[in-house]
C-alpha cells in the first residue's frame, strides 16, 4: 500500500504542482487566447484604417487630375474677373472708356494676345482701340445671331455664317457657339487653339441691369509650360489647408516636376521609376503615396501623398504589439509572484470585499473581456464586408439603370424597324399614310429627338421627313445615303447630293460608308466636327432576300441620350430601390458640356460625378455627414456614351448582419455584467455577510460594546463560528460586569506584569482625598436610596475632575474618593490642585440647584499632600490580590479632608510642600493647623483657592 507523502518537501511538491496546473489551465491557456484575439482585432483595424487612407489617396489623385484642367482654370478665372469687374463698375453701364480700363485689368490675369470683343447694354459693338479687320459689322452680326437677338436679318446670318467659317473653319456651327451662354468652348481660330467665352457684366440691383458684355478668344497654345499643374497643386494646398496632402507631378521627357515640399525632383523621379516597373503606390514612415499617368497627357506623371498616423500613434501601435507578443509570458511573470505569494514570500493586504470582488471580476471579466474583444474583431471585419455589400448593391442598380437606357434604345430601334416594314408593305401612299408618317415622325421627335428621316423604295421616289435645318449635316446625311443606296442597288439619286461637298470631307465620308461601323438594324453613333447624332439605318428585304426598301433616322445625339436618361432614372424610381436625391446622372456633349444633371442631388454626389466626370473610371468614396457614414458608387454608364451616374447610401441601410451583431454583443455584455453584479450580491450574501457581521461585532467588542451579538444565518463552519464567537462574547460580558469594581489603571499594570514576580515599589507622588462633611448626619435624616444618589454623585464628580486633570482614582471609602496624582517633577501638584478647584466649581452648582428645588445640602473637603509612598500588592495570589498605595503622605492627606470645609476652614486644604511647586495663579491662605492627628512634628498647611483673575 502506497503511503500519501508526507513532510515539508512532499508538501512542496504537491504545492507546486498545483500551481502550475492552475497557471496553465487557468492563467496561460487564456492568455494565449487573450493575445490571439487581441492581434487578430489589431490587424483588422490596422486594415480598415490603411484601405480608408488608401481610398482617400486615391479621391486626392482623382481631384488633382480634375484640377489640371486648363479650361476650368480659365473658367474660374473668368469667374472671379467678372466679379472684380461689376466691382469695379458699380452698377455703370459699360462705355468705350470702362472696357479699356477693364481690357487692361484683363490682361493682368490673361494672355496678351487674347482677343476681346467688347458690347454695350443694348448689344452695340463698342470698338476700344483698332477697329478689327473683319469689320465691326461683322462682329456685331456675330454678337448677334449668338445671343438670339430679336429680328434678325438674313444678311446677318449670313455674315455671321460666312465670319464663322473663315475665322474657325467649316466644322464650327452656330448652334455649337451658341453654347457659348452656358460655359466657354473650345474652337479652333485662325488654325489655332482658342477659347471662346462670353462674359456678361450684371449690375446689383433688383431686377438686375445687364451693364455690357465682352467676347473673349484666349489662346490655349501659348501658356508656360506646366502652368496647370502648378495652378492646380497651388489651388489643392489651400483647399486642404490643415491637412497633411501632398500634390504634385513630374514629365517624362523634362524629368521636371512640381510638388509641394515633400515632393521634391529627386523624389518625384524616384516615383516615376517606380510607375515605370509596374508600381503604383509607395509608403514612407509618414505618407502613403499613390502615383499614375494623368488621363489626358501620358508623359505627365500626378502624385498624391495623405498622411499615415503621427509617430506617436505608430509607437503607441509597435508597442501595443509588443506587449501583446509577451502577454503569456508576463501571465507567467504574474503566476510566479502569485506562486511566490502562496509560500508567504509576498502578501497584500486586501479586505474580503475587495477579494470577492476581485475574484468576481476575474470569474465575469475574463470571459466578458473575450466576448469584447471578439466582438470587436468580428465588427471590424462586419465593417468592410457591409462597405462591400453595400458596393454590391449600388453596382446593381447601376446595372439596372444602364439596362433601362438600354431597352429605351432597343425599343426606338424596334419601333424603326416597324415603321419600316409597314412603309414597305403599303404599294401605294394615301393620305391617311402620309399623316401616319407624319405623326409618327413627330412622335418621333418629341420622344427621342429626331431630326430626319429618309425612306426610299427601290426604282420609287423617296419620302423625306423633318430634314436638318443645318445645310452642312443634310449634305454629309445625304451623301451617305446616296453612298448606301448606291451600294445596294438602288437607282435613286438626290439632287442635293450634287451640291458641292469639300474634298477632304468627300474622302472622310467614302471611307466611313465603307465601313461595316454602320451596322443595318442597329443605332450608331456618329461625330462629323463638332456634332454628334445617332444614325439608324435598315433594309427591307422580300422573300429573295433582295432590298426593297431603305430607311434611314437621324437622331440628335444630346436629345436622344437625355430622354433614355430620363426614362430609365423614372424606371429605376419608380421600383423604390433609391431616393431621388439619393441618384444623380449627369449627362455631357460632345464638346463636354453638361446637357443633362439630375435635379437636387445631395451634396457630396457632385464632386462624385465631377471626379468620375474627368478620370472616366469607377470610384468608391466613404463619407461620414452629420455622424453618419455614406457609402458613395460613382462611375460612365457603359450604355450611354458621355454620362456618369453617382449613387449614395447610408452603410447602415446595409448593416443587418453588422446591426445584429451588435445587438447581440450589447445584449451577451449586458448578461454578462448583470450575471457579474449579480455574483457579486449573491456571494458576499452567502459567504461574506456572515464573515462580515462577525468581523462587525469583533470591531464593536474592541470599542468597548458587550452587547451585540453575531448572528447565524447558516448550520456550516461560518455559522459555527458565529456560535462560538458569541459564547466567547458572554463570557466577556460577565467579565464587563466586574470590570466596574476595577481600577483601569491597575488593570493596566497588571496586564503588564507577573503577578508572581512583582514586587513593592517606592514612588514619590501627590495624593489628594476629597469626601463629604458631616454625611452621616444627612444619612439618618434620608432615605438611603437618595442617601445613596448623593454619595454616588459626589463620587462621580470626583472621578470625573480627577481623570480630566491626569489624575488616578486609586480607591473608594465610603463618601471619601482617594486619588493619586503621579510625576512630581511633571507639575503633579498643579494638576491636583486644577481637579480639586474643578470638583469646588463642579458642587458649587450642583448644591445651588438642590438649593433652589428645596433640597438638603451638604459640604465637601479636600486634602492634598506629597511625599513617598510604597506601591504594591497585598491579598493572597490563590483568593484575591489587590493594589494599594501606602505611606505618611497618604494618612496625612486622609487627616487634611476631614479638617477641610469644616467650621470656617477652607475646603481644599494643602500642605506647604505641595504649595511650594503651584504657580502664581492659586491663592494660599494661611490657617492655624500646625498638627494633625497621627503626624509627629508641626506642619505647615495652607487653604487653596483660585486666584480672581482666574475666577
Not at 343 to 359: H, I, M, P, T, V
Not at 417 to 426: G, I, P, V, Y
Not at 866 to 885: C, H, N, Q
Request: aromatic content about 8%; proline content about 4%; some cysteine.
Amino acid at each position: 500500500m502506497i503511503q500519501p507523502p508526507t513532510g515539508k518537501r512532499s508538501t512542496l511538491s504537491i504545492s507546486i504542482l498545483l500551481w502550475a496546473v492552475f497557471t496553465l489551465v487557468v492563467i496561460l491557456i487564456p492568455a494565449l487566447l487573450f493575445r490571439n484575439l487581441l492581434m487578430e482585432l489589431v490587424v483588422s483595424l490596422k486594415s480598415a484604417r490603411e484601405n480608408r487612407q488608401e481610398e482617400r489617396a486615391g479621391e486626392m489623385l482623382a481631384r488633382l487630375d480634375q484640377a489640371i484642367d486648363p479650361i476650368g482654370i480659365i473658367r474660374r478665372g473668368l469667374v472671379a474677373f467678372t466679379r472684380r469687374s461689376e466691382r469695379f463698375l458699380k452698377g455703370r453701364q459699360i462705355d468705350n472708356s470702362f472696357a479699356q480700363q477693364i481690357t487692361r485689368d484683363f490682361q493682368k490675369k490673361f494672355p496678351h494676345t487674347t482677343l476681346l470683343r467688347w458690347y454695350g447694354s443694348d448689344g452695340r459693338f463698342i470698338t476700344v482701340g483698332e477697329p478689327p479687320q473683319q469689320g465691326v459689322r461683322s462682329w456685331q452680326f456675330l454678337f448677334d445671331v449668338l445671343t438670339d437677338r430679336p429680328g434678325i436679318s438674313p444678311i446677318a446670318n449670313s455674315m455671321a455664317d460666312n465670319m464663322i467659317h473663315s475665322l474657325m473653319g467649316d466644322l464650327i456651327s452656330v448652334d455649337l457657339l451658341k453654347r457659348v451662354h452656358r460655359e466657354p468652348i473650345k474652337i479652333l481660330f485662325n488654325g489655332r487653339p482658342y477659347l471662346l467665352a462670353l462674359v456678361r457684366f450684371h449690375g446689383s440691383e433688383k431686377p438686375v441691369p445687364l451693364l455690357g458684355s465682352m467676347l473673349a478668344f484666349i489662346p490655349l497654345d501659348r501658356a508656360r509650360p506646366g502652368w496647370e499643374l502648378d495652378h492646380a497643386v497651388r489651388q489643392l494646398q489651400r483647399s486642404t489647408r490643415g491637412i497633411d496632402v501632398q500634390f504634385g507631378g513630374v514629365w517624362q521627357s523634362t524629368q521636371i516636376g512640381t510638388g509641394t515640399d515633400r515632393l521634391d525632383p529627386a523624389f518625384l523621379n524616384g516615383l516615376w521609376q517606380r510607375l515605370a516597373s509596374g508600381t503604383t503606390r509607395f509608403v514612407d514612415d509618414r505618407h502613403l503615396f499613390l502615383f499614375r499617368l494623368w488621363q489626358k497627357d501620358p508623359d505627365l506623371m500626378i502624385v498624391t501623398g495623405i498622411e499615415r498616423p503621427h509617430s506617436w500613434a505608430t509607437l503607441a501601435e509597435n508597442t501595443t504589439e509588443s506587449i501583446l507578443r509577451g502577454l503569456p509570458f508576463l501571465v507567467c511573470w504574474l503566476a510566479l509572484i502569485a506562486l511566490s505569494r502562496s509560500f508567504g514570500l509576498l502578501y497584500f493586504a486586501s479586505d474580503l470585499r475587495s477579494k470577492f470582488l476581485l475574484g468576481t471580476a476575474l470569474l465575469a471579466g475574463m470571459p466578458l473581456a473575450a466576448l469584447v474583444i471578439t466582438g470587436f474583431s468580428h465588427l471590424s471585419a462586419l465593417s468592410e464586408t457591409q462597405i462591400m455589400e453595400a458596393e454590391r448593391h449600388l453596382e446593381s442598380i447601376l446595372d439596372e439603370f444602364e439596362q433601362a437606357a438600354a431597352e429605351e434604345k432597343a425599343k426606338v430601334e424596334r419601333e424603326q424597324r416597324d415603321f419600316l416594314q409597314t412603309l414597305s408593305n403599303a404599294s401605294v401612299y394615301t393620305s391617311s399614310d402620309v399623316a401616319s408618317m407624319t405623326k409618327f415622325c413627330r412622335e418621333q421627335k418629341e420622344r427621342f429627338g429626331l431630326e430626319s428621316m429618309i425612306f426610299v423604295r427601290k426604282d420609287a421616289l423617296p419620302v423625306l421627313f423633318g430634314i436638318s435645318k443645318s445645310l452642312v449635316h443634310s449634305n454629309v446625311e445625304l451623301y451617305l445615303v446616296n453612298s448606301r443606296l448606291h451600294k445596294y442597288g438602288f437607282s435613286f439619286r438626290h439632287p442635293y447630293s450634287r451640291q458641292i461637298i469639300s474634298p477632304d470631307m468627300k474622302i472622310f465620308l467614302d471611307q466611313f460608308a465603307n465601313q461595316e461601323i454602320t451596322m443595318m438594324g442597329h443605332m450608331q453613333k456618329t461625330s462629323f466636327g463638332t456634332d454628334a447624332f445617332l444614325m439608324y439605318q435598315a433594309l427591307a428585304l422580300n422573300k429573295e432576300q433582295k432590298a426593297v426598301a431603305y430607311l434611314f433616322s437621324r437622331f440628335g445625339f444630346s436629345a436622344f441620350q437625355k430622354k433614355q436618361i430620363q426614362t430609365a432614372r423614372k424606371k429605376l424610381l419608380d421600383t423604390g430601390l433609391v431616393r431621388p436625391d439619393s441618384f444623380s446622372v449627369r449627362m455631357f456633349d460632345f464638346h463636354r458640356s453638361r446637357q443633362f444633371e439630375s435635379p437636387h442631388p445631395l451634396p457630396f454626389l457632385k464632386p462624385a460625378l465631377n471626379l468620375v466626370e474627368v478620370v472616366g473610371k469607377r470610384m468608391r468614396i466613404t463619407k461620414s455627414i452629420n455622424g453618419e457614414d455614406y457609402v458613395i458608387l460613382a462611375r460612365p454608364i457603359k450604355t450611354l456614351d458621355n454620362a456618369v451616374a453617382a449613387i449614395a447610401f447610408p452603410v447602415s441601410m446595409f448593416g443587418g448582419a453588422y446591426i445584429l451583431t451588435v445587438y447581440v454583443l450589447m445584449l451577451l455584455s449586458i448578461l454578462a455584467i448583470a450575471g457579474a453584479f449579480l455574483a457579486y450580491a449573491l456571494l458576499p450574501r452567502f459567504l461574506l455577510q456572515p464573515l462580515l457581521e462577525v468581523g462587525k461585532a469583533l470591531t464593536m467588542v474592541d470599542q468597548g460594546d458587550y452587547t451585540v451579538s453575531a448572528p447565524v444565518l447558516s448550520p456550516d463552519e461560518i455559522g459555527v463560528l458565529a456560535g462560538s464567537f458569541n459564547l466567547m462574547l458572554e463570557g466577556l460580558r460577565q467579565k464587563e460586569r466586574m470590570s466596574i469594581f476595577l481600577r483601569d489603571d491597575l488593570v493596566k499594570e497588571v496586564s503588564q506584569i507577573n503577578p508572581q514576580t512583582a514586587t513593592v515599589s517606592h514612588q514619590r507622588v501627590v495624593i489628594s482625598f476629597s469626601g463629604l462633611r458631616r454625611f452621616s448626619d444627612l444619612e439618618r435624616s434620608l432615605p438611603a436610596e437618595e442617601a445613596m444618589a448623593i454619595m454616588n454623585e459626589f463620587i462621580s464628580l470626583c472621578v470625573r475632575c480627577v481623570q480630566e486633570h491626569g489624575g488616578e482614582v486609586d480607591k473608594f471609602i465610603g463618601d471619601t474618593v482617594m486619588s493619586v496624582f503621579r510625576g512630581v517633577d511633571n507639575g503633579a501638584a498643579a494638576s491636583c490642585a486644577a481637579a480639586a478647584f474643578a470638583l469646588q466649581h463642579a458642587f458649587g452648582e450642583w448644591m445651588d440647584g438642590r438649593r433652589n428645588r428645596g433640597l438638603p445640602t451638604v459640604r465637601f473637603g479636600v486634602g492634598i499632600a506629597v511625599g513617598d509612598v510604597l506601591a504594591g500588592r497585598i491579598g493572597s495570589f490563590r483568593k484575591r490580590l489587590d493594589f494599594t498605595i501606602i505611606g505618611d503622605a497618604v494618612n496625612l492627606a486622609a487627616r487634611l479632608e476631614k479638617l477641610a470645609g469644616s467650621g470656617e476652614r477652607p475646603p481644599i486644604l494643602a500642605i506647604s510642600e505641595v504649595c511650594e511647586t503651584l504657580g502664581a495663579n492659586i491663592r494660599r491662605i494661611p490657617t492655624k493647623i500646625s498638627e494633625v492627628r497621627g503626624r509627629r512634628g508641626e506642619i505647615t498647611v495652607f487653604g487653596l483657592s483660585e486666584s480672581e483673575d482666574n475666577v
